[in-house]
């Protein structure tokens, strides 16, 4: 019997230890670096622990898909692991890596819509965003304010258009208040159809406001806007105009053809910023009634026709000489 105990009591001393250098190495192993070279994102897919570890180790992230998958379990009271974007430090350990699919934040992407794009430029920037799911959503010319949009991996076209079209509302509740008193512009609707002529007619924005003044004075004394990007949103249906503006679509008879109607076209040509919505509430008094191109990428305001017809004179002699020296 005294054997027997002697035995016993060193096969329960090997097991202890056995069991201690587990517990070590389990320890060193879920603490130990891991193979990941550099840092990097990918995204975790859905499908349970299973398919999580084999996504690691397919990327890279972790070296032993069992190992992980021992870790999670044994530390399964700190959270579930979550299916998203997600970015790793560079060779990250067992532990961290279940620290960031447990409570980092996922990776938040970017998309910037630009100012002056019309319905169509916009969808195909949301049809190519990478990570954005499901269908595209029907909005209108004018409806969603062009800014930088944060998303993740996952979400949905149609959340993103639903976000721009909040930011515009927002942007009209905050600035349709503050606008000058007394402007040809009866509903916040009409100020975006005017800041959108005002968006496609300069790039420059210190003109912003000058050119919204332009606008504003004719709308007052009840002239036509004469804006050549309206009358190219009628030219193209809609779209963009890939070609020169003719006399043809100048005297073509269309409720966005301002050289023929006058007030404001029906709707809005693009979707404006905030910066040409702020210019037509809050635009440049002047004079001035007219505008044309002077070259610099800016323009020349002029007062009178004869003013006018002196700056047009000019800047078609500066498109005569550029004409001449890219011919030769």
Do not use: C
Request: charged share 25%; hydrophobic share 45%; net charge positive.
């Amino acid at each position: 019997m005294r054997r027997l105990s002697s035995v016993l009591v060193i096969l329960l001393l090997l097991l202890g230890g056995l069991a201690a250098g587990g517990w070590w190495y389990a320890q060193r192993a879920y603490a130990a670096p891991g193979p990941l070279a550099e840092p990097a994102q990918m995204v975790v897919p859905r499908g349970g622990l299973t398919a999580i570890a084999a996504a690691l180790a397919e990327r890279g992230v972790i070296a032993d898909e069992r190992a992980f998958l021992l870790a999670a379990w044994a530390t399964r009271g700190q959270g579930a692991l979550r299916a998203a974007e997600f970015a790793f430090p560079a060779r990250a350990s067992l532990k961290e890596v279940l620290a960031v699919l447990r409570t980092a934040r996922p990776v938040q992407r970017r998309l910037t819509i630009p100012e002056g794009l019309v319905v169509s430029q916009i969808a195909t920037i949301l049809e190519r965003a990478e990570g954005l799911t499901g269908e595209m959503p029907r909005f209108d010319e004018g409806q969603i304010l062009p800014e930088t949009y944060a998303y993740q991996w996952g979400d949905s076209r149609a959340s993103v258009v639903r976000r721009a079209d909040q930011a515009m509302d927002a942007a009209l509740a905050e600035l349709w208040p503050a606008r000058q008193p007394n402007l040809p512009l009866a509903t916040p609707r009409e100020a975006v159809i005017l800041a959108s002529i005002v968006e496609r007619e300069t790039g420059k924005p210190e003109e912003r406001a000058k050119v919204a003044g332009v606008f504003i004075n004719r709308l007052r004394r009840g002239m036509p806007l004469q804006s050549d990007p309206t009358t190219a949103y009628a030219a193209a249906d809609g779209g963009v105009l890939d070609r020169p503006l003719t006399r043809a679509d100048l005297d073509r008879d269309h409720p966005f053809n301002t050289y023929r109607i006058r007030g404001l076209p029906p709707g809005p040509i693009a979707s404006p910023g905030r910066d040409s919505l702020r210019a037509v509430l809050n635009p440049e008094a002047t004079e001035f009634l007219y505008f044309v191109a002077d070259g610099t990428g800016g323009h020349a305001f002029g007062r009178t026709l004869e003013e006018h017809n002196r700056n047009v004179a000019r800047w078609r002699e500066i498109e005569r000489q550029r004409n001449a020296t890219t011919s030769r």
